[in-house]
C-alpha cells in the first residue's frame, strides 16, 4: 500500500481545482466542426485513430509513451504536434466514451486509477528500409530488469476542464501517459506513480524507432 500510495500527492489533490471530466469545448470544438485536425487522421469506418509523432526515445525514465513537443521530452518515446483536446475529440468520433482521470480519494485516503474506455494502440514506422508495426507496450522496457512492458491497453480518461473552461492536457501537453497524472488524457489502467523515484520504464532501443522517425501511433477501442 505504501508504494500506491506513492503517487504524487501535490497533483493528484491539484485535480480537485479541476471540473469533472468532459468534452472540451471552446476552441479545439470549433477547430473541428470546421474540419481541422492537425497531425490527427480519423477513419470512421475502421473506428480507428491514426496520429502523427516523432520518435524522441528520452534517456531518462519514462512519464509518457507520447507528449506535446516542446513539453516534457525527456521523459517520453514520442512527441506530437497534435492537440490533447484534439485526440479526445477524435476518440469521441470514433465511439470511444471518455471517464474520469486517476485522483486521490479523500473518503478513502487512497488514490484511484482512471476509468474509461479501454483503447489498443500501435505505433508504425519504417525501421531499416521495413515497414514495422508494434503494440505500443513493446517499445518500452522496465528500467531494472531490462524486460519488455508486459502487454497493456490505455485508458481514455479523458483530462478535465480547468475553472476558465480551458482543457488542462492541452496546458500541459499530456497526450498518453504512463504514469497517472489528474489531467491525462490517455493513461495507464492502473495505480502508477509519477514520483520520480519510482518511474517504471525506459525505452526499449531493441524495438524503438530511430530517433526523429516519424512514427504513426494507431489507436482503437479494445474489446
Known sequence: MQRLLAISLPLLL????????????????DEVASGKLPFIQVDSDKRQIRME????????????????AGTSEHETVLRSKA?????HLA????????GEPAHFDKASNNPVGPTGQRLKITCEFVKDGKKISIPAHRLMRNVKSK???????????????????DYAADLRGRLISVVNFP??????PEIRSNANETLEWEVNPATAAPKGTTVWVVIEKAP
Do not use: K
Request: hydrophobic share 45%; glycine share 6%; aromatic share 6%.
Open 183 to 188: 489531467d491525462s488524457t490517455v493513461d495507464v
Open 83 to 87: 492537440r490533447p483536446s484534439h485526440l
Open 14 to 29: 491539484g485535480a480537485a481545482a479541476l471540473a469533472q471530466p468532459t468534452q472540451p469545448t471552446t476552441r479545439a470544438a
Open 53 to 68: 509523432c516523432e520518435a524522441v526515445n528520452a534517456e531518462m525514465a519514462l512519464e509518457y509513451l507520447v507528449c506535446v
Open 91 to 98: 476518440l469521441i468520433m470514433i465511439g470511444a466514451r471518455s
Open 147 to 165: 524486460a519488455e512492458m508486459p502487454q497493456a491497453f490505455w485508458i481514455f480518461a479523458g483530462s478535465c476542464t480547468t475553472e476558465r473552461g
